[in-house]
T-cell receptor, first 109, second 117 residues
Framework: GQNIDQPTEMTATEGAIVQINCTYQ??????LFWYQQHAGEAPTFLSY????GLEEKGRFSSFLSRSKGYSYLLLKELQMKDSASYLC??????????FGTGTRLLVSP | GAVVSQHPSWVICKSGTSVKIECRSL??????MFWYRQFPKQSLMLMAT?????????EQGVEKDKFLINHASLTLSTLTVTSAHPEDSSFYIC?????????????FGNGTRLTVT
């Protein structure tokens, strides 16, 4: 079966750093994606990891450990506009993306 | 700019009627498109994989006779919710890849919010 877990909600302060974790157990693995989704909108692509290690993209970084079935998204210098849901998704094969439960992040002043 | 266009953005229909949602790939050909459904405060659930020129592949628990998918061209896939009921009210989102590699991300349409009264 497919199982992708994330914390349901997180809160953080503007300017701070937050780490959103994702653990997965899937029948196949061809990479892991992180998406951002604002309420009522479609998800937008943030990052992709297929090899172990850290991928950095500006304020956002994503880490992957395939042996542990674990990833995290790191957001630095938080801004109010970063308040959104963050979705972890695994490419389980045949180009199908299986999404995690999503983490709602609330950034406060 | 947007690479996937979805229409309509929202629709309200009466119970028992059918609703058609269109998904178009802009400036690229998509032999495969994916249809997702999202209930409030929940994540995206894959409903089906739409394949150009052949039958769609449905995920377990999704009724293929209720959610009709047609992928008649390389740039258009449609999802028809037949005999809609209030429990079908949800956010439906289509997606496609512009590339074929595993690292090619899904690009999503803006979604269709369906309300069945």
């Amino acid at each position: 079966g497919q199982n992708i877990d994330q914390p349901t909600e997180m809160t953080a302060t503007e300017g701070a750093i937050v780490q959103i974790n994702c653990t997965y157990q899937t029948s196949g693995f061809n990479g892991l994606f992180w998406y951002q989704q604002h309420a009522g909108e479609a998800p937008t692509f943030l990052s992709y990891n297929v090899l172990d290690g850290l991928e950095e993209k500006g304020r956002f970084s994503s880490f992957l450990s395939r042996s542990k079935g674990y990833s995290y998204l790191l957001l630095k210098e938080l801004q109010m506009k970063d308040s959104a849901s963050y979705l972890c998704a695994v490419n389980s094969g045949f180009q199908k993306l299986v999404f995690g439960t999503g983490t709602r992040l609330l950034v406060s002043p | 700019g947007a690479v996937v266009s979805q229409h309509p953005s929202w629709v309200i229909c009466k119970s028992g009627t059918s609703v058609k949602i269109e998904c178009r790939s802009l400036d690229f050909q998509a032999t495969t498109m994916f249809w997702y459904r999202q209930f409030p405060k929940q994540s995206l659930m894959l409903m089906a994989t739409s394949n150009e020129g052949s039958k769609a592949t449905y995920e377990q628990g999704v009724e293929k006779d209720k959610f009709l998918i047609n992928h008649a061209s390389l740039t258009l896939s449609t999802l028809t919710v037949t005999s809609a009921h209030p429990e079908d009210s949800s956010f439906y989102i289509c997606s496609a890849r512009t590339g074929t590699g595993d690292n090619s991300p899904l690009h999503f349409g803006n979604g269709t919010r369906l309300t069945v009264t």
